[in-house]
Structures are given as C-alpha cells and as structure tokens.
C-alpha cells in the first residue's frame, strides 16, 4: 500500500525559501522516477520537478534555477527546495511517482506573500 506524505510548506515572502520533504512508504524513490506537483483551485495539477532513478533531474519551465529535487535514499524520501518563491509558487505541492495519477497524498500548502 502506498503512503506519501508531504511536509515542510508554509507562509513566506516573497524572495523567501523552503524546503518540502516527501516520506514515501510503498515506493522505493531510489528505483522509481520520483516527482514534485503542485495544484491551485481552478487549475489543473502542473509537473514541478522530476527527479529520475538515474538521478537525472527536469523542472517546469517557471521554477528551472530557482528550485531542487533530490531524494534520499536512507529516508526513502524525496525533497523540493525552493529558493527566490514568488506569489506565483502558492499552491498545494504534492509528490509521486512520476506518470502515475493514483495513491496521491494530501500535499502541503505553500503560501508566498507578496
């Protein structure tokens, strides 16, 4: 059974950073591509970033340079941090094996004030 609960958002300003952390039970992260997502109301849930097996790594378009997947391997959990946010980054993150669209968690709001 698969079990992925996401931590660490918040409020911050904008320019602010945090770091997301995503515990994963039921998936192995070290074998499995591994994503970030994130959703607003009204709006369709958006790839943020991509971290692959092989540890090759994509972002969106909007966040390349500002944000970072990684995982960790001992904690069989996969980390967001995310540098220079702007209002934009509000939503509801969530994580997942990349291409899947079941077993989502809850996620964790990130607010970023302008």
């Known amino acids: 059974q698969v079990q992925l609960v996401e931590s660490g958002g918040g409020l911050v300003q904008a320019g602010g950073s945090l770091r997301l952390s995503c515990a994963s039970s039921g998936i192995v992260v070290s074998i499995t591509d591994m994503g970030w997502y994130r959703q607003t109301p009204g709006k369709s849930r958006e790839m943020v970033a991509v971290?692959?097996?092989?540890?090759?790594?994509s972002y969106a378009a909007s966040v390349k340079g500002r944000f970072t997947i990684s995982r960790g391997s001992a904690e069989n959990s996969v980390y967001l941090q995310m540098n220079s946010l702007n209002p934009e980054g509000t939503a509801i993150y969530c994580c997942?094996?990349?291409?899947?669209?079941?077993?989502w968690g809850k996620g964790t709001l990130v607010t970023v004030s302008s």
């Open positions: 997942n094996a990349a291409g899947t669209n079941k077993d």
């Open positions: 971290v692959s097996s092989g540890r090759r790594t």
